[in-house]
């Protein structure tokens, strides 16, 4: 009976949803603070936010992929990616010299607590998220070689 | 039932309100699901160290469920947390999360200057070593505090935050009280430094327990101070945060509060480093003495780490082999004198991580690159003058180097050999003293070789072969493990791995740890079903563990969000 109630509770709901981008400032990984929805507006951009963390290898992986193909996908689609940390702090120092060492050019937030994973009822990473116009657009949950492809074939109708 | 029922009409019917209003476009909502649940089966072929069989607990299908909603609308949100734990935990979850209930319930005024809650709230200051509250499902960790919190930035460089409250336990909160305040100054913007990134923080949180101990020689409050820098200058960076806690009851067992020793504490912590592309290295030092903190005194030391105040992580390397995960180092902030050979007053310790690519194009690098992961950490007993009897007590030296307590020596080699072909090779080398991690008997060493090997199908389609083997000279001795992936395209995963412990002394209890099962995800969904056995022992986040029994079985797991 009470699986019931709450399955019925959790149906009714997600015919209701609609997403905006949280509300919330964090951390850059220069120090700086930055308020999402100030930072991240350009008008019909698509903002990537990809959550990954130094200790979870497909994450890298992705971020990997997509650093290497993003270029090219930029002469078709306006946007950029952003990559969330969601290091604590016991990883959160090595968040940099991976960064720096892997060469990626993406701008780097740190969610240490985890205040915008929790937001958005992230359960694992990889957790990719398309933002355009403050709204989300697109989720894409997991990441398995090739997922890179769906995500750009994705962007393009977005 | 009755609260469950409450509970969902007034959901619904605010939802319903809500609904409308949605329509409108001014209320915006959004929320998450997740539900694991275990179905635990008798096995007679997996035989603990005395030879019985792992049996079923007396409810055998177990959920944890969790149901979280929220609205905003202009300046302000709510939210509200249900879960359900139903018919109890999972096994070995803290106790206290018993049936279904509203768990966490927040309301949020935010704008660029201010923002206050009342309600259930996270929060962390500096590296959380006085101060953390945050939800890991995992471990069954969900401290948050039940009050309020004002976050003020009067300018763009300064930020200031207090918070009081009650924590929370299961579902109900503790009654002591905690709170605190925390600063954060960005000084680089202030004198407007062009090539450095500076900033300084400062916090103070206090906790207020009354005892029920008579004549104690301690305060109810417990006040605790710490300040941090950080500084970046071009490819270097340099933090450090020190943490001070005022005299207070030394709890060496859980639940005794020894009102003969009372002592502060503190926590020193180091970090530097250097990196460029292609390179990058890192060290960190800590030093952590009598630091561990719990909203109650009692609570320190809990299994479940329920009432936990602060988060102490284990700066040691987090791997991703099965057989590297057995013999894992937990911090040791805390005061033991039981016997000559088991006195320590904290912990002391170091590590060091190096990074290095190897061009594309070299020698070593190949057509598609090399890359070398290196990583060394050494963590002892924090050393000193120990008084074993009574009245007990101890003085520590600074550099107090005790008994060796972990080690972990290791390499990871990562080599694209094409597009489609990728290898992973490492090697670990781990030192692990029982008596001091686990207040066990023996030392451990280690020697593990693993390697891996992803090869792409398709742009879809690929699979991953894992291979680990772990040599040691204690306990239940040697390992070897194996694992496929099979990614059959984008939505669908497969896997099947086992985990031989053949080098056990026992015979009977030379287990296999076998393991099936598939995940399959669209957008924000991933559904997750295993079948296979659980190797006991600890469960371990950003090294706060939690200890899980042998078990068998199928488990189920959930995720979405809306």
């Known amino acids: 009976m009470k699986k019931l109630t709450l399955l019925f509770f959790f149906t009714a709901t997600t015919i209701f949803a609609q997403n905006s981008l949280p509300d919330l400032s964090l951390t850059t990984i220069d120090g700086k603070t930055v308020i999402l929805k100030n930072e991240f507006n350009e008008k019909d951009k698509l903002y990537i936010f990809s959550f990954w963390a130094t200790w979870c290898a497909p994450c890298i992986n992705e971020l990997d992929e997509l650093n290497d193909i993003q270029e090219d996908w930029k002469k078709e689609a306006n946007f950029e990616i952003i990559a969330v940390s969601t290091d604590d702090s016991r990883t959160q120092k090595r968040v940099k010299p991976l960064i720096n060492g892997k060469g990626w050019s993406y701008r780097i937030l740190l969610d240490t607590n985890q205040d915008f994973k929790r937001a958005l009822s992230i359960v694992n990473i990889p957790y990719t998220i398309v933002v355009k116009n403050n709204k989300i657009v697109h989720i894409q949950n997991g990441y398995v070689p090739g997922s890179e492809i769906e995500l750009f074939e994705k962007l393009k109708t977005l | ?562």
């Open chain 2, 1 to 562: 039932m009755k609260k469950i029922n409450q509970l969902l009409i007034i959901s619904l019917l605010s939802l319903s309100t809500f609904a409308q209003e949605i329509e409108k476009e001014k209320i915006n909502f959004n929320g998450g699901f997740e539900s694991n649940s275990q179905w635990y089966l008798n096995d007679n072929g997996l035989r603990d160290e005395f030879d019985n069989p792992t049996m079923q607990p007396e409810q055998p299908l177990r959920s944890n469920s969790y149901l979280f909603l929220n609205f905003k609308y202009k300046k302000w949100s709510a939210g509200i947390q249900g879960e359900s734990y139903m018919e109890n935990a999972l096994l070995n979850l803290n106790p206290k999360y018993d049936g279904a209930n509203v768990a966490t319930y927040f309301l949020q005024y935010r704008n660029d200057k201010i923002d206050v809650t009342a309600g259930y709230f996270y929060e962390q200051f500096g590296s959380g070593l006085l101060f953390r509250s945050w939800e890991d499902r995992a471990l069954g960790i969900n401290n948050a505090l039940r009050g309020g919190r004002v976050i003020f930035k009067p300018t763009k460089y300064i930020t200031l935050k207090s918070i009081y409250g009650n924590q929370r336990t299961g579902f109900d909160v503790t009654k002591s009280v905690v709170y605190g305040a925390d600063t954060e100054i960005i000084l680089s913007d202030i004198f407007r430094l062009e090539t450095y990134d500076v900033s300084l923080g400062l916090t103070f949180v206090a906790r207020d327990e009354k005892t029920d101990i008579v004549n104690p020689n301690f305060d109810d409050v417990t006040n605790a101070f710490a300040a941090r820098i950080n500084v970046n200058h071009d490819s270097f960076y340099l933090s450090s945060e020190f943490n001070y806690k005022t005299e207070d009851a030394v709890v060496q067992t859980p639940g005794i509060i020894d009102n003969n020793l009372i002592k502060p504490g503190n926590a020193l912590l180091l970090n530097l480093g250097y990196s460029k592309k292609g390179f990058g290295i890192d060290a960190s030092f800590r030093r952590l003495e009598n630091m561990s903190f719990f909203s109650e005194r009692a609570a320190k030391g809990n299994t479940f780490n329920d009432k936990i105040m602060n988060f102490i992580p284990s700066l040691t390397k987090q791997h991703h082999y099965n057989l590297a995960n057995i013999y894992v180092y937990q911090p040791q902030p805390n005061v033991s004198i039981a016997d000559v050979n088991f006195v320590k007053a904290g912990e002391i310790g170091a590590q060091i991580d190096v990074f290095y690519d190897f061009k594309k194009g070299s020698k070593i690098g190949g057509k598609y690159g090399t890359k070398v992961a290196l990583n060394a950490s050494n963590w002892n007993a924090l050393g000193g003058t120990f008084y074993l009897f009574t009245p007990q007590d101890y003085t520590t030296d600074f550099f107090g180097f005790g008994k060796r307590m972990y080690a972990d020596y290791n390499i990871e080699i990562t080599k694209k050999w094409s597009p489609k072909l990728q290898s992973i090779f490492s090697y670990i080398n781990q030192y692990y003293n029982k008596k001091f991690i686990e207040d066990a008997i023996g030392e451990v060493n280690t020697n593990i070789v693993a390697a891996e090997a992803t090869y792409k199908f398709t742009s879809t389609q690929s699979i991953r072969v894992m291979g680990e083997h772990m040599w040691a000279d204690y306990d239940k001795k040697n390992w070897a493990g194996a694992t496929v992936e099979f990614n059959i395209n984008s939505k669908f995963s497969m896997y099947v791995s086992d985990l031989y412990n053949y080098g056990n002394d026992l015979e009977y209890a030379q287990n296999h740890y076998y393991n099936v099962g598939g995940a399959f995800r669209k957008k924000s969904t991933r559904i997750a079903l295993n079948y296979g056995r659980q190797r006991g022992g600890l469960v371990c986040v950003g090294g706060v563990c939690r200890f899980v029994p042998e078990s068998s079985g199928v488990s189920l797991s959930l995720n979405t969000s809306f």
